[in-house]
C-alpha cells in the first residue's frame, strides 16, 4: 500500500440532520486524515446538503476516506472528482493595509486576478477573489508586502462537468 | 427529520401509544424476549412501559450498566437476534460506552435505549446530563436523539435494521424522558428505507469467477475464516468450500468454531498466540482466501510476513475492510453466505499433495496443544480440557481478557459456530461474566461456562448478585493466578522480569461466591479439578469455581508483537 501524497477534491451529499458535520469530522480526525478545507451549504434537493472536501493523501489512503464517509449512514453519496473533469472554485475575503497612495497599484493587482474591490477603509481596502484555489494562492502571494490585515477563505467547492445523467461515473454518485 | 429522508409505507393512524410503549412494541417485533439494564430518573417512564409488558419482556435487572451491555452482546451473539440495553442519562449512558466500544469492534448487533433529560432541559447542563450521541458517535453504527414520539415508530425500526444488517454494529437511540411519555398515533413502518444505508447482497459475479479461477489455480492456498462466517451463517457453505475444493482452513479468534476444529482440513486459529503450523502456513502460502475478516492485526502480525507470495482474495459486506490492509487481488463485496453459494460451484477439487504433506509435517513436529507435565500445579490450560470432557465439547465458552482468553480458545474443540465468545477486538476485561448471562438467557437449558481470569472478573464481579436473584444457571471457572498474567508474562519477555501492578491479592473467591448465594468452590488439585467441573456441569445452577493454577504459567504459541508469522515462538519444554 503505498503511492504519492496528492490533494483529492470529494463532494458527499449528505442528510440535513443536526449532528451529520460532527459524524463526518469525528471520522476525519479519529481516522487521521488530513482535512485541507471543507465547504457545506444546501444543495438542489431540500433536506439534503452538499459537502466538498479537499483531503491530502495517497490514492489508496483517500480510496479507504471515501469508504469510511460512505459509511456513515447519513451520507447519500460520495464523488472524487480529482481526476476528472469537473469545475473548482474558491472564494477569498482578504483585508489589505494600504495607504491611499498605494490603492490605484493594488486595485489593479486585484483586477488582474480578477478580484473585486468591496470595501475601502482610511488605510484598508476589502479584495473578493473567487476562482481556484492556486490563483487566490498566488494573489496572496503578490499582495503579501502590504501586509494582510486579516484573510478568510471559504474552502473549494467543486462540481462535475456534464449533466448526472451523463455520467456514468461510480454507482455511488 | 425530514420528509424525504423518511420512510416505508405505513399501515394508517393506530391507536395512541406513548413513546415507551412504542419501544416495547418494536422489541417484541423483533422476536427479542430478553433486555438488560438498570433504571433510573430518566428512564423511568420506559420502566412504567415495560411494567405492562413484564409477561413478554423479561428485563433482567444487571448490578452495572456496563454489565447490561455485555449480557445484551452475548445474548445476540448467542441467538443472532438484536440484543438491547437500557440505561438512564448521565451515568447510566456513560457507563453503557465500554460495551458501546465493544459492539462496535466486534460487530455486534445491541440497541442501547438510554433515557435523556427531558426535552427543556437538553443542553442546560442538567442533573444528569450527558451528550451521549454526541459520546457514542465513534463507537457506534449510528445513533439517533429522538425529540418527538412521532419520530419513534421509525427511528425504531431503523436502528434494529442498522444493527442487524450488513456488517452489524451497536445503536443507541437517546430518548427524553418526556418523549418516553409522549402520545403518538404514528404507526410502525413496515419497512425501512434509508438512502444512504444500502448492505449488499451477493458479490459481483464476475469478480466471484476470478475468485475461482484464482483458487484453482493456486497450489498452496489457506481459508482465513472470520467472525463474517457466523454473522453471515455461512458455516455450511465454508465447509462446503474447504471440503469440495480440498482446502485447508484456518480461523481467527471471532472465527473460531465456523469450521470444525477436529476436521483434518482445520488448522487451527491463527495470530499472535495462534497454532505454530496455523501461523506458518500464513507464511507460506500462495492463495490467502480471507472469508468475512478484516486481517486484524493480532490476526496477522508484520504484514510483510503474512503471505509475501500470496494473491489475497477477500470476500467481505464491508467495502471498507477490503484493501485496508493487505493488496488485494480479487476484491469482492458481499454476503458471504450468499457469495459463497455462488463461488462453491465453480471450486474444483485439488489434491495439492505437497501443500498438504508440509501443512501435516508442520501439524507433527510443532504441536502447539500439548500440556506439559505440572506434578505441583494445576496448569490453566487443563481447566480448559477438563470442561471439554466433562461437556463432551458441546459447551458454550465465554473467555474474558488475557492468558485465560487465548487458553480457552486453544485448549477446546469447537466444531461449530457461537460454541466460542470473546471479546476479541476491544479485548475489555471483565466482558466474560455478564456476557455468559446473555449467553445463558439466550441459549436456555445450554450448558454455559464462563472462563475468566482473576483480575477480569473482579471488573464485573457484581454480576454475582445478578445470576444469583435471576437464577441464571452460568458456571464460572477462575483461573486463579494470582496475577494479571498476560501483564505478569509481557513484563517477563518483553521488561526483563520488572513487574509492575501484575500481582493480584485475591479474596477468597469460593467465599464471595457463597457470599452472593452462589455454590462456590476452591479447586487446588488436579482430582478436585475434575470432580468439580463434572459436579458443576451436572449441577442445574450457577456455580463458581475458584481454580488456583499455576502462577506464573505463559500463553505458548507467542509471536512477537513486530515480528510475523515466520517468528512463532513456542513453548520450550
Ligand atoms: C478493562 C481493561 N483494563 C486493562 C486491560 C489490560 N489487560 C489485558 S490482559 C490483562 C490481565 C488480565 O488478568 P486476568 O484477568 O487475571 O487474566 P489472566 O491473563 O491472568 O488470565 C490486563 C490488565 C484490559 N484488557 N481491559
Ligand atoms: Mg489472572
Redesign the pocket.
Known sequence: MNGTSRSHTLVAMVADHPGVLTRVASMFRRRGFNIASLAVGNCEEPGYSRMTIEVRGTDDEVKQFEKQLYKLVEVITVRDLTDVSAVQTETALVRVRVSAADRPVLADIAGIFHGEIVDVGRDTMIVQITGVSETIDRFLDVIAEYGIDELTRTGVVAMARGSKAARNGSARG | MTATESNGSTNGAVPARSGGQVICEAILAEDIDVIFGMPGGASLPFYDALYHYQDRIRHVLARHEQGAGFAANGYARATGKVGVATSTSGPGATNLV?SMANDHMDSVPVVYITGQVARPAIGSDAFQETDITGISIPITKHNYLVMHADELPRVMAEAFYLAKSGRPGPVVVDVPKDVFLEETTVPAPDRVNLRGYRPVRAGNLKMVRRAAEVINASERPMIMAGHGVDISRAAPELFEMATGGNIPVVTTLHGVGGFPETHPLSFGMLGMHGLAYANFAMGETDCIIGLGVRFDDRAVGKVDEFGPNAKVVHIDVDPAEIGKVLDTEVPIVGDLKLTLQALNPLIEHRERRPWMAQLNEWRENHPSLDIPDSPDTVL?QEVVRSIYDASGGDARVIA??????MWASQHFWYEKPRRFFSAGGL????YALPAAMGVQMGAPGEPVWCV??????L?NIQEFNTLAAEKIPVKVAI?N?A???????WQQFFYDGRYMGAF?DNPDFAKVAEAFGLRGVSVSSRDELHTAIADAHAYDGPVVLDVHVDRVENVYPMIVPGTGVRSVIEDPR
Open positions: 465500554t490453566p474474558d481478557v488475557g492468558q485465560n482468553q479485548g475489555p476485561m471483565g475468566t481470569g482473576d483480575g477480569g472478573l471488573i483461573l493466578n496475577h494479571l498474567g498476560m501483564i505478569r508474562q493480584l
